[in-house]
């Protein structure tokens, strides 16, 4: 949706991620970036370049923070520390909504660094929604959650992805960002039509989207960020601006990143889809 | 059906999560035994598709989980790697990982236990564990460096408006201070310009028999070595210290009240020679106040 509650009701557009290969580039050339996103645990150190350089991304543009180790679904309780560090981080970018993933990475505190599926079970639902409620009264801030792609289904499942998508956020009152590529690689990985599920979350809580390029094995298909972005995605971009409205849109390039110039135009590129979809809706 | 794999409670939840983390993080290419229980297992977790089974469909995970961590060891140890050569390096690697799986939310903590474990099991390391202990310590040391907190300093009017009996010293927690036997801050250094300049000669020829023609780092003799690992205006530095001066900054750094830090630096040391180190250490901004 273009502003909303679970996005601070703002109204941000296309922005990119912020990555190191760019920082020199952004710092002196001061290009024209809506927002970026960055990565809150790059951020969640004492002191240093990354934090200089985020103080000076502050002072001239609008950034967002997206986690990747919340692990709302890992069935243990959420460090302390580790909210109170990201805490301090909300209150440095003023970020209007932060975003993680529905997924699990970590038991005992051991962790896989990566963002693993979930069982779609009514119970991991209800403990998941505790757990994002539990971590959105103690940051204060609104928080979207994204779907991932993935490449196993259990069968413990006891509903789609999606509709566990709509149990987990309404339950929890809280956003989603979708992920339209994950939902494309996911319905590739496991043979349902992804406009099935662009067309079964709940419309008015996507507060926002994620579009990236993926890579085709022969088996299966993988979340890679490495690539622009590809056709079928981008059509399934435009039926979900068309269901949900022109929402805040952030294109991931995370893996042989290119030019800055390169990676901002490739972003610039869901403006023309933006407007079909506007077209399509009149 | 097992209760774990029905995910339909919290406990079973647990349950499910840490059973299949287990299969996940299991080591590469494990023998066939491990392979049937993990297959047995995943048949019971997962579900195969029409070009997969569940067995393949975990192991995707189960590669994806040690590329990322074996690359996140290759990029935090370029100079132990140099020192062991590749197959020790490797062995090495997956010993540790095996035992020391990461607890930190960031990848950037998984290399923190290594110079301990190299040193509580000698067998990957032999002949050469003291030197890779110390390059480990080294390198961990410039992970500290580049990111951890750096306090406001403590300036020169500080230690003139105090009485030194009342000063509560620090130094920055971005510095750490190590005793080595080996020179290896040299060491590192020249592998990395190796290395860049392999990367280079590879990128402009296309070969890498070119780039395997750049000089051959010799590994150091021993040679005891105080070493300041720390950061200035967001670089990296190295500052070798003598004996006393270490010894001073290291009772400092472990809490010491002033007059018993200065006590450590040993009879033989000057008022004159502390004041200057002291003067130089304000000057660095590694002093800072200690939280009380
Ligand atoms: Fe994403």
Redesign the pocket.
């Known amino acids: 949706m273009p502003a909303n509650a679970f996005n601070g009701h703002t109204d941000y557009g296309i922005g990119i991620g912020l990555r190191v290969p760019h920082y020199s580039h952004i710092l002196e050339r001061k290009p024209d970036v809506a927002w970026f996103e960055i990565i809150s645990e790059n951020f969640m150190v004492g002191g240093g370049r990354p934090l200089e350089v985020l103080d000076q991304i502050l002072e001239q543009y609008r950034v967002v923070q997206h986690g990747v180790s919340m692990y709302f679904g890992s069935a243990d309780k959420p460090d302390r520390t580790h909210l109170k560090k990201l805490k301090a981080l909300v209150k440095r970018t003023k970020t209007p909504w932060l975003s993680d993933h529905l997924c699990w990475g970590s038991t005992d505190g051991r962790y896989t660094h990566d963002l693993l599926p979930m069982p779609y079970t009514f119970a991991a639902a209800k403990k998941t929604a505790e757990k994002i409620r539990m971590v959105r009264d103690f940051l204060e801030v609104p928080i979207c959650v994204?779907n991932v792609s993935s490449y196993a289904e259990f069968h413990a499942s006891e509903m789609t992805e999606w509709e566990f998508l709509t149990e987990v956020t309404e339950r929890a009152d809280c956003g989603i960002l979708l992920?339209v590529n994950?939902i494309y690689v996911s319905s590739k990985n496991h043979s349902f039509d992804p406009y099935d599920y662009i067309n079964g979350v709940p419309a008015h809580r996507v507060g926002q989207m994620?579009i990236?390029g993926h890579t085709k094995f022969e088996k299966y298909i993988l979340d890679t960020h490495d690539h622009p972005v590809l056709d079928p995605v981008w059509k399934l971009y435009t039926h979900a601006t068309k269901r949900c409205g022109v929402t805040a849109t952030l294109l991931?390039w995370d893996d042989r990143i290119p030019s800055f110039d390169e990676v901002h135009n490739e972003a610039l590129k869901a403006n023309a889809f933006i407007a079909e979809a506007k077209e399509a809706a009149k | 059906m097992k209760a774990a794999a029905r995910a339909d409670s919290p406990r079973a939840l647990l349950a499910f999560q840490r059973t299949l983390q287990r299969a996940i993080t299991q080591p590469l290419g494990p023998g066939d035994r491990t392979r049937r229980t993990t297959a047995a297992l995943a048949k019971e977790f997962i579900r195969p598709n029409d070009r997969l089974t569940a067995l393949e469909r975990i192991e995707i995970y189960n590669r994806m989980y040690w590329f990322r961590l074996i690359d996140c060891f290759y990029d935090d140890n370029p100079g132990l790697r140099a020192a062991l050569g590749e197959r020790k390096f490797e062995r090495l690697m997956r010993a540790y990982l095996a035992k020391n799986p990461s607890r930190s939310f960031t990848l950037r903590n998984l290399c923190d236990r290594l110079e301990r474990f190299i040193r509580a099991e000698p067998r990957w390391t032999a002949p050469r564990t003291a030197l890779a202990a110390d390059i480990a310590a080294f390198e961990w040391a410039q992970t500290c460096a580049f990111d951890e907190a750096a306090k406001p300093a403590l300036t020169a009017a500080d230690f003139a408006g105090t009485p030194p009996s009342r000063l509560k010293l620090a130094l920055q927690p971005h510095i750490t201070l190590l005793a080595l036997r080996y020179p290896v801050d040299d060491y590192v250094i020249a592998v990395k310009k190796r290395d860049a300049l392999r990367a280079e000669a590879s990128n402009a020829t296309g070969q890498a028999k070119t780039a395997k023609a750049v000089k051959k780092v010799s590994v150091p003799r021993a040679a005891r070595t105080h070493l300041a690992v720390h950061r200035a205006d967001n670089r990296l530095f190295y500052k070798r210290l003598d004996p006393a001066p270490f010894r001073i900054l290291g009772a400092l750094r472990d809490g010491a009240p002033l007059t018993r830090a200065v006590a450590a630096g040993g009879r033989s040391v000057k008022p004159e020679q502390v004041q200057a180190w002291f003067a130089l250490w304000t000057e660095l901004g590694w002093l800072c106040r200690r939280a009380t």
């Open positions: 994204e992920d994950n994620h990236a991931e």
